[in-house]
């Protein structure tokens, strides 16, 4: 299994401030067939499923704010609020979808400062 | 715009079976997305239980292949979920969700998920 982790567990940030999380996988999620990150992230708030945000590690899904903002390559990837709002307090998830069984990370959680 | 909802019961005898169903509506589950179980527990986390495709064809988690089973449901269009052998361990949110697919490719995240079924194991 390809195994995700994330940094940090938790972080609180000042409304209007950047947020940054970073994510790895236990092996490269690059996939040589079409030169994309096999790459998601998404947003939980409490008692709701998750959000999808990001896929192929920096496609922004429909809708999704333009402060959401992912990079990385290959096993390192970071997720970026470029300006914190209230209503992104929530836990961020990023997933691998490279191989089977898909796997997630453990969720970082974002709250105000 | 798809639509998924988890239907079974929330609660479940320790050895017995887990049974969930996903309602979609707003798409086919004949079209070529797939279409996965998740679940979610604040021991494991979020875990992907296995996917089905056209009703037919299936990966499943091996760590859960021995006593999981996906089937759909096309004249309903719905897919199903059953977990065997259950304890304390299976107690989770269970979410079902649309695989994403783009550019003529189906891929492992998920663009739609329902709003998820808590199952406990529980005598």
């Known amino acids: 299994d390809i195994v995700m982790t994330q940094s940090p567990d938790s972080l609180a940030v000042s409304l209007g401030e950047r947020a940054t999380i970073n994510c790895k996988s236990s092996?490269?999620?690059?996939?040589?067939?079409?030169?994309?990150?096999?790459l998601a992230w998404y947003q939980q708030k409490p008692g709701l499923p998750p959000k999808l945000l990001i896929y192929?590690?920096?496609t922004r899904e429909s809708g999704v704010p333009d402060r959401f903002s992912g990079s990385g390559s290959g096993a390192d990837f970071t997720l970026t609020i470029s300006s914190l709002q209230a209503e992104d307090v929530a836990v961020y998830y990023c997933?691998?979808?490279?191989?089977?069984?898909?796997?997630f990370g453990p969720g970082t959680k974002v709250d105000i400062k | 715009q798809v639509q998924l909802q988890e239907l079974g019961p929330g609660l479940v005898k320790p050895s017995g079976t887990l049974s969930l169903t996903c309602v979609v509506s707003?798409?086919?589950?004949?079209?070529?997305?797939?279409w996965s179980w998740v679940r979610q527990s604040p021991a494991k986390g979020l875990e992907w239980i296995g996917e089905?495709?056209?009703?037919?064809?299936?990966n499943y988690n091996p760590s859960l292949k021995s006593r999981v089973t996906i089937s759909g449901d096309k004249s309903k269009n719905q897919f199903s979920l059953k977990l065997t052998s259950v304890t304390a361990a299976d107690t989770a949110v269970y979410y079902c969700?649309?695989?994403?697919?783009?550019?003529?490719?189906?891929?492992?995240?998920?663009?739609?998920w329902g709003q998820g079924a808590l199952v406990t194991v529980s005598s």
């Open positions: 969700a649309r695989g994403y697919c783009g550019g003529g490719r189906c891929f492992g995240n998920f663009d739609s």
């Open positions: 707003g798409d086919s589950i004949r079209s070529s997305n797939w």
């Open positions: 089905i495709h056209h009703s037919e064809y299936t």
């Open positions: 092996q490269s999620v690059l996939d040589s067939s079409n030169n994309k990150n096999h």
């Open positions: 192929w590690a920096s």
């Open positions: 997933q691998q979808y490279y191989g089977v069984p898909f796997t």
